[in-house]
């Protein structure tokens, strides 16, 4: 991890440590510790979350609070999965995510690539009136699109979450990867063209295969993105049948007298599995696209 | 050919939804009814709505505190992950871990978090014998509460921080202190110009972002007590989609689309007074 960071500073130049840091070993058990129980406290809301989870109500609601759970009930995972058959709706985020990232990587990648090699008159002033798009905020556009979703027949349908994203899959991903495309030395093209190859060749043999980290992130991205997105279902969607994760999180807060906590803190620990995996597996990645999107923006 | 589908992409679902949204705000949309032109009436409405100003007070406030979170303490963190700390690869992906969990998952957790008895934020504070407030349920804590919140995602601030971090070149820490600079002046003098460009970075995403804050408000609140957490996003959401008012929504999405764009210009503005170019060292 921290490699990669370096890998993407500007220019880092040697460091030479003239040393310096044997003498600051003190100072660097103080830090470490500052640093450590940050680090605790960072995770203390996950560990409160999970041991909620396994939890009777009773237990949870114990003062002062209890950090180890007094009897164990994973059970209740299996209760939560049923009081709001969150297996179906999870099957239903699975394929919606899966269709906007594949969405996403496959329409930035072709797009990045198109404005960061390809010579046209007026190409960087589109990519501008592209980007422009990261500022513009999504509640503006929310409603013109339901209304427009509405007269072609596309609410209550997995149409309005995909397909957008199928379109260059925003102007994030499609900076994102131009940035990655920057950092491919353009010889490489051009003595492609020289041995003949056309631009899909190129684009396929070489260009992605040297890009293949920055469609890492992307895809980590849009998976989060599409994942997390409880604007999109809350607004398009109206069965159950179709609705995702979210909306069935969601539902824990509505629908009860009582809160059933340890449940609700079981179910969030379901939906935040994908994303936690995600992230620990391809922590190189997510950095790597968060620090070339920010550096040079 | 290639830019196509992103040219295309942005055509179909964000220019022309834009320019839609603009002649919906002056228009009656009860959306049951055909769509009546009544000029500039949605937008005098918007000014005279009290709670209009209210909520965007509630998200200025918000914004505010979870900028100042997200820009200055996010700095402090990345100057501490950035020394020379045993476990350092650990102690970052702790860190960075929360920033990918977003949305309602969050949400639910830390109103379970802010429970005023049963919460783990009460009982830590009960530790240092402080009496924690009602949180979620208190008209003046509940911003704060949010607030609190954003503080444990500002990993992806932390990265690209630690990111410019590296990039100073050492030669520079080294000059100052032969000079004679000690650690808080080699910070202010070195280390804030050298980042001042990357700052300015996470200042505006962080503003974008938190004026566009539904999500706690929505699960966690829904806007209350006595709408003291009333995001503007949340009130636009209700106007579109409870009240069914989409001409009045559109003038309030448009709104929030000038009152970011202008605030954007006046930080770019401001903003080249103190970030120092690559260019100019």
């Given at each position: ?101 594949i ?21 960087d ?5 592209v ?20 007269q ?6 997995w ?12 102007a ?44 890492a ?9 599409s ?22 999180l ?6 009860q007298?009582?809160?059933?906590w ?6 969030t620990?379901?939906a ?6 995600v ?10 696209g ?8 | ?14 220019l ?9 705000s ?6 049951i ?18 709670l ?63 429970s005023p ?6 009982t ?42 590296q ?7 080294e ?7 000690g ?22 995403l ?40 989409l001409?009045?929504?559109s ?6 689309f000038?009152?970011l764009?202008?605030?954007t ?10 970030v ?6």
């Amino acid at each position: 991890m921290t490699t990669v960071v370096d890998k993407s500073a500007p220019v880092a130049p040697p460091r030479q440590r003239l040393n310096k840091h044997r003498e600051w070993t003190a100072s660097r058990v103080v830090v470490s510790i500052v640093a450590i129980v940050g680090a605790v406290a960072f995770l203390l809301p996950l560990w409160f979350m999970f041991r909620t989870s396994v939890m009777s109500l009773n237990d949870a609601f114990y003062v002062p609070i209890r950090w180890i759970p007094n009897r164990w009930i994973w059970s209740n995972y299996s209760e939560a999965v049923k009081f709001v058959s969150l297996g179906h709706y999870y099957v239903n985020s699975v394929i919606v995510a899966t269709l906007v990232t594949i969405g996403a990587v496959v329409s930035s990648s072709i797009t990045a690539y198109g404005f960061s090699m390809l010579r046209a008159p007026g190409r960087d002033g589109l990519f501008l009136m592209v980007i422009t798009g990261l500022m513009i905020p999504a509640v503006v556009t929310m409603v013109p699109t339901y209304v427009i979703y509405r007269q072609i027949g596309w609410l209550n349908t997995w149409l309005p979450l995909t397909v957008p994203s199928w379109f260059g899959g925003g102007a994030f991903s499609i900076f994102l990867l131009r940035q990655f495309y920057r950092t491919i030395p353009r010889e490489l093209r051009e003595a492609a063209l020289v041995d003949g190859a056309n631009e899909f060749r190129i684009y396929r043999q070489i260009i992605v295969p040297l890009a293949l980290p920055g469609h890492a992130a992307v895809a980590i991205f849009a998976f989060l993105w599409s994942w997390n997105d409880l604007f999109g279902p809350l607004i398009y969607l109206n069965s159950q049948s179709k609705q995702t994760l979210p909306i069935a999180l969601a539902a824990f807060v509505n629908t009860q007298s009582v809160t059933q906590w340890q449940w609700m803190m079981a179910a969030t620990l379901l939906a935040m599995l994908p994303c936690v995996v995600v992230f620990l597996a391809a922590q190189k990645y997510f950095i790597r696209g968060i620090v070339l999107s920010g550096l040079k923006g | 050919m290639f830019i196509a589908p992103g040219v295309l992409g942005f055509l179909l679902f964000i220019l022309g939804p834009m320019l839609y949204s603009l002649v919906m705000s002056f228009e009656n949309y009860p959306i049951i009814h055909p769509a009546t032109w009544v000029g500039l009436k949605n937008w005098r409405a918007l000014f005279h709505d009290p709670l209009i100003w209210k909520s965007l007070k509630v998200t200025t406030y918000f914004a505010v505190g979870s900028v100042t979170v997200t820009v200055v303490v996010g700095f402090l963190l990345a100057l501490l992950l950035n020394q020379k700390i045993l476990f350092k690869r650990a102690i970052r992906t702790i860190y960075f871990l929360p920033s990918v969990i977003t949305g309602v998952p969050v949400a639910l957790l830390w109103s379970w978090m802010f429970s005023p008895q049963f919460g783990l934020i009460n009982t830590v504070l009960k530790w240092f014998g402080i009496q924690g407030p009602q949180w979620l349920f208190d008209e003046h804590w509940v911003i704060p509460a949010l607030i609190l919140m954003s503080a444990w995602s500002m990993g992806g601030a932390v990265i690209i921080y630690l990111a410019g971090l590296q990039g100073v070149p050492e030669s520079l820490y080294e000059a100052a202190e032969l000079d004679g600079a000690g650690a808080i002046r080699r910070t202010w003098y070195i280390t804030i110009p050298m980042l001042s460009p990357i700052i300015f970075f996470n200042f505006v995403l962080s503003i974008i972002g938190s004026f566009q804050a539904f999500t706690q408000a929505y699960i966690m609140t829904s806007g209350g007590p006595n709408n003291s957490s009333l995001l503007y996003v949340l009130y636009l959401y209700r106007n579109a989609f409870s009240y069914f008012q989409l001409g009045y929504a559109s003038a309030m999405g448009w709104l929030l689309f000038l009152v970011l764009l202008v605030l954007t210009l006046v930080v770019f503005r401001v903003s080249r007074k103190w970030v120092i170019d690559e260019a100019t060292p």
